[in-house]
Each structure stands twice: as structure tokens, then as C-alpha cells.
């Protein structure tokens, strides 16, 4: 049927799922009742409101248990609006059997309960209005009970202390209830949060951790096949000197080769300097034009249009040299969905480094859009795996941000919010 989850966790389709089994088992107690005095004929009762009360409760219970199997998700005014229409229906009922005097009239605290759990305070506030007036009317209109009434000679002049003690109790617990259990659930609520971001944050670190260590050895064993690549290219290039078209390509292959081995031996001089807390600081506009040549030599065949704000100040900063790397992620992503029309807007103020990138791809997957970025996601095109978990994780630690979001008509707009790190 319904798989429930952590009370203080779970959806509102969860909680009205549970509400639906609640509701059935009091239908299941005030039927019972009902026929009870029907069957003895002891209590006269107004049958025919009751059980058209009972009815559409029950037809309520077996709409709301159709609608629960609906993919649509239950907001927290739907279930606000579920809570009242049970008081609602239990005034009534209470109504024509005895009122206040009624001994399921304390039934009313359990709606009370259940919203301070779920909802939230300005919600509850509603919920147990609500009931506190409908008690109070019942103590004045309602159809009276003799075998309900305690001292029932003496009603006709006074309110017995019986039932004003129970009024009493009912708006002490009802406050009770609304003022603590409000509290203690949102103070559940955000530990559990608390919990929940450090158990991803864990979990994130040590698949961080298992990439560093696979990144540290590769990139120890890339040297050797890239100086032998280096050899042989030089060699080709030697002996077809008079092919000029397969010269120029020796040539690019040169340069990436070359390109490769310098990212290599950058990698290790910012592990050094990182570890010895070194970081040099230069302009932005210089950070950002040396990051975007690097990544141009290694993707020549990208159309990309750059702009940075003319009216950005001079600003000198420093980065961690892993947010460059994330950063290249970015832009290699955005040039592996559609390597033309690729914008590039760079701005920034006194507190924050701005970079907006705009491909034409064919945009990011809906199924997989609530997870990008918080988790490897494996067998995807265009590269939505690695390297956006490795950005957004980089990014995250540094006090950074990136969104994403579909492009009109097509593609996908990436940005990226870094604070600056000024003296």
C-alpha cells in the first residue's frame, strides 16, 4: 500500500496516507458507537444526519485513498484542508450527540497533533482555532444526551464544573500541544537536515578522495607515454617534411602533446604550492584570459564568444587552482553538447567573480536535473558525470555556487558564483 518513511522526514503524500488510516479507524469506533445505540435502543440519537456524516466521511476516506495512488505530489494545503474537514464533519457529529458532553470530543487534540508534526506553525495556529471553536459551540448548541449530561439535573442552571473542567483541559492541552510539539518537530526537522548534509558531505569527500588517489597515480603514469608521443611526433615530423597538410596536423599534435605535459607539471607545482599555503595573486581579467588560453589550445575547433563587463573594477585576487579546473570542466562541457554559438560572459565586483556560459546543446535531461552536480551520474551523453560532480563539489567547498538551467528554445545556461579572496 503505502511505504512509510521517518515521520519528521516524510512528504505530505506520506502523511496523508497515514491520515487516511487514522480516519478509517475512527469511522471504524463512531460506527461501531452508532449501531451500538441503534441495536440497544437505549440512546435516542438523530440516526439519519449521523450516518449521512458518517457517509460522506467515508466517501471522503475512499476518494482520498484513490488520489494517493496519483503520481501528483500532496501539497501542505491539501492536507491542511483534509485536517479541517474532519473537524468539521466531527463537529457535526458531535452536535447531535450530546455536544461537549460527548466523550470523543477529546478527538479533536489528535488533528491538533498531527499538524504541529507536519505543518507548519501558522498552519497548526489555524488547525487548533478551529477546534477550540467548535468546542466552545458545542457547549452551548448542540443535542443534548441525558445519559451524557453529568449532574443533569442541575444543567439547567449552570455550565457543571464537569464539563467546564473538560473545556478547560481541552485549551491547555490544545495550547500545550501547539506551542511545544510545534518546536520540537522543526527542531527535529533540522537536525535531521543537519544530519542528512553531513552524511552527503561525508559521502562526497570519499568519493573525492578515491578520484584524488586515481588522478595522482594516471598522472603519474602519463609521463612516460607522453614524452614517447613527443619523440615519435618529432620523428614524423623530420621525415615528411615535404607534406605540408600532414605537417600542420603533426603540429597540433605537437602542441597537445606539449600542452598535456605542461597541465601535468602545473598539476604538481600547485600541489606544492597549495601544500605550502603558496597561491600567487594576479588580476582577474589576467586569471580568467590565462585560464580561457589554456582551454582554447586544448579545444581549437570551439566557436566561443567572449565577453567580459567593461565595467568590472581591477581587482587582484586569488583562487584555489582546483576551481580553474572546475571551471574548464564547465567549458568543456558546454563545448562537448554544442561545440558553435558557445557565450562566455565574465564579470565581477568587489565581493563576487561571475561567469555565465551558454551552449545550443540539447540542454539538461529532466530525469536527471535534480541530481546534477550532487552525484556521479554514469552512461550519460555529453559528458554529465565526472566532472560536473568534481565542479560542483570544488565550488561548494569554496564557498561558490553553480545553477543550471534550460536554455530558450534550446541549450543550457550555466552560472558560476565565486567569492573573491582580496587583500
Known sequence: MFTPAPFSLATHTQHLSYWVVIRTLVLLCLCSATLGCLWQGAIKLHYQPILITLSLMAALNWLTFIRLKQPLAVSSLEFLIQLVLDILALSVLFYFSGGANNPFISYFLVPICVAAATLSERATLLITAIAAVSYSLLLFFNTPLPVLSPHAEHMHKALSPHILGMWLNFFISAGLITFFVVRMARDLRAQEAIITRKREDELRDEQLMAVATL???????????????????????????????????????????????????????????????????????????????????????????????????????????????????????????????????????????????????????????????KKIIENRPQGLGIGLFLTQATITRYGGQVEYSNGVPKGTITRVSLPLRCN
Open 215 to 373: 588522478a595522482a597515480g594516471t598522472a603519474h603514469e602519463l609521463g612516460t607515454p607522453l614524452s614517447t608521443m613527443k619523440l615519435l611526433l618529432g620523428e614524423l615530423r623530420d621525415e615528411h617534411q615535404e607534406q605540408a597538410n600532414l605537417q600542420a596536423d603533426l603540429i597540433l599534435l605537437t602542441q597537445q602533446v606539449e600542452q598535456c605535459a605542461s597541465i601535468l607539471r602545473k598539476l604538481v607545482n600547485k600541489a606544492e604550492q597549495t601544500k605550502d599555503g603558496l597561491i600567487a595573486e594576479k588580476t582577474l581579467l589576467d586569471y580568467c584570459n590565462a585560464l580561457l588560453e589554456g582551454w582554447q589550445i586544448l579545444r581549437p575547433e570551439v566557436n566561443a564568444k567572449i565577453q567580459f563587463d567593461a565595467q568590472s573594477p581591477s581587482t587582484l585576487c586569488h583562487f584555489h587552482p582546483t576551481i580553474a579546473q572546475a571551471l574548464i570542466n564547465l567549458l568543456n562541457n558546454a563545448a562537448d553538447a554544442n561545440p558553435n554559438h558557445l557565450g562566455i560572459e565574465i564579470s565581477w565586483n568587489s565581493n563576487e567573480l561571475t561567469w555565465i556560459i551558454t551552449d545550443q546543446g540539447l540542454g539538461i535531461p529532466e530525469e536527471i536535473n535534480p541530481y546534477l552536480g
